[in-house]
């Protein structure tokens, strides 16, 4: 709203002089007022999430906006002037504040973060006298997952340079690998808890269970490999397979398999998704991000003429309230029918 807003006055800006315009400057002296509520609740939704998870680049960026929004307005709503060289100018001014120095997006970012991590290290007594040390207490679930949390941002953004000197032995990996330091598991080992790599969701939203396609997937046993996927867009719909003699039909609980000679289904197996879905919420709850091995999300199923294994490479899980479903997934399926099977 603001941007488009802003682009359009920005637009018409030249001809609000001429006659019959004045309409313009009208709008734009209400667009301005308008804009005060929004970038209000703007700074009370940033506050909510920066006073309790501190600050991201994201966050940063979207306060830096705010602040401007609110000179923005502050400027047209009582300046005599109204320039509209005000606009540019001032953002050049903010993109050149928030991208260098120890005032920037990316250096108050990591600072925020390593002070949320040394904090929630100490109060556990696993950061004492700048050093870390194995956690002497069992330390709770949140703080766990506070502390993965932030493990991960910072090898994925920053790196460990500013955590560096709480350990002893050194955090960057020894060998030629994409990333340069090492993974954010083997320094939450360090400081004696497991990594969590699933951050919680609360009640009422979605998340996404991802199978790490780096592990081994067996496939002995079976002659065929389908995919079959759902999402709004592939409600009930038949992929065909091969010489269209096999078919696959999904829906949010089932992916039915058919076998087909002549366009007519000489065999089908029905493949029932919840027990999947049900393991994989009871073992990794409400999870946000992260990778679970393969094995962890395999079905097998068998009729009197199909044998097959289902693979979900990712799932969405819709949860609302007490109701768990699927709302979107992709899986791979191996099978073997008739003769083929073994």
Not at 273 to 297: F, V
């Amino acid at each position: 709203f603001s941007a488009a807003g802003i682009l359009a006055l920005f637009v018409l800006d030249p001809i609000k002089e001429l006659m019959g315009q004045s309409w313009i400057k009208r709008t734009a002296r209400w667009y301005y007022i308008i804009l005060i509520p929004l970038v209000v609740v703007l700074f009370l939704a940033l506050w909510r999430r920066i006073s309790e998870y501190g600050i991201t680049e994201g966050r940063y960026l979207g306060l830096a906006i705010g602040i401007w929004l609110a000179v923005m307005a502050s400027y047209f709503i009582f300046s005599k002037t109204k320039s509209i060289k005000f606009v540019p100018a001032s953002l050049c001014v903010l993109t050149f504040t928030i991208s260098f120095g120890s005032w920037g997006m990316f250096a108050v970012s990591e600072r925020s973060q390593i002070a949320r991590l040394q904090g929630l290290l100490a109060s556990n007594e696993i950061l004492v006298d700048g050093s870390v040390q194995k956690a002497p207490a069992v330390v709770s679930a949140g703080d766990i997952t506070e502390i993965s949390s932030i493990l991960w941002y910072l090898r994925e953004v920053h790196g460990y340079d500013g955590i560096q000197a709480w350990f002893t032995e050194s955090l960057w990996t020894d060998s030629d690998e994409t990333y340069r330091f090492r993974d954010a598991s083997d320094v939450a080992d360090m400081m004696g808890i497991t990594f969590d790599r699933y951050r919680q969701g609360g009640p009422g939203d979605s998340y996404t269970i991802t199978v790490n396609l780096k592990t081994p997937i067996t496939i002995s046993g079976y002659d065929h490999l389908v995919r079959a996927t759902y999402g709004r867009s592939d409600a009930g719909k038949t992929a065909s397979h091969l010489d269209t003699s096999r078919s696959v039909v999904t829906t949010p609980d089932l992916i039915i398999l058919r076998i087909m000679s002549d366009t007519v289904a000489t065999d089908s197996l029905v493949m029932n998704l919840h027990p999947l879905l049900d393991s994989l919420t009871a073992a990794y709850g409400t999870s946000r991000g992260g990778e679970i091995p393969a094995e962890k999300a395999t079905l097998e199923f068998a009729s009197a003429g199909i044998r097959a294994q289902i693979i979900v490479l990712n799932m969405v899980v819709q949860r609302t309230n007490d109701t768990t479903q699927l709302a979107k997934y992709d899986a791979l399926i191996l099978y073997s029918a008739g003769e083929e099977k073994k």
